[in-house]
């Protein structure tokens, strides 16, 4: 199957990184299938400009780490900000989809998941699980894809002192395939 297959309606990604491991995510999501990236800055911003980007994307993806069982303050602010589009419904009908990291193996990363799903579900979206059967056997490894087993989004799990390098394979592997199912879908909504 080849990229250029995809690369139809305009994904874009907003996130918010850390300590630079979503960064890394988000640059491997965006780089399947050339999705616009957009970061959340440590003050909770985006660039004004990067409002219209949103506005014309396709699809929406969320990223960003579990801190304390949900998403952090900075992509709060960025998703209070959003209220502005919610009222114009500007998003309705947009493909959204989202991911997110945390230390340890499950960490609540579901709860941040619900918490971008909720926002995509108040903005009149349309949510896109995984997709992917879990790893879950005796010999699964944490270079399996979807070893974590998420379900409504990808689910990565970088040790407290991983590096951004030290991402396990699996959970790199997931968010590609996670991208690729993403545009998948959003192409078949804008043919």
Do not use: C
């Not at 990236?37 to 400009?49: A, K, M, P, T």
Request: charged share 20%; net charge negative; proline share 3%.
């Amino acid at each position: 199957m080849q990229i250029e297959q995809f690369l139809m309606a305009k994904v874009s990604l907003v996130y918010f990184s850390g300590y630079g491991h979503t960064k890394v995510l988000a640059e491997n999501f965006a780089a399947q299938i050339n999705a616009n990236l957009i970061e959340i800055n440590q003050d909770g911003d985006i660039q004004e400009q990067d409002w219209q980007t949103l506005d014309d994307a396709a699809a929406i993806v969320f990223a960003a780490p579990t801190y304390m069982g949900a998403a952090p303050w900075q992509f709060k602010k960025f998703a209070d900000a959003t209220s502005k589009k919610w009222y114009t419904r500007a998003w309705q009908d947009k493909i959204f989809a989202g991911f997110t990291n945390s230390a340890s193996l499950n960490g609540d990363k579901q709860v941040t998941l619900i918490q971008f799903q909720t926002l995509a579900s108040q903005h009149g979206g349309i949510w896109v699980s995984l997709g992917l059967l879990p790893a879950n056997a005796k010999n699964a490894t944490r270079d399996d894809i979807n070893n974590l087993g998420g379900s409504v989004g990808a689910l990565i799990q970088t040790p407290s002192d991983a590096g951004v390098d030290e991402i396990p394979k699996g959970d790199i592997e997931t968010v590609k395939a996670y991208a690729l199912r993403v545009q998948a879908i959003t192409n078949k909504f804008y043919d």
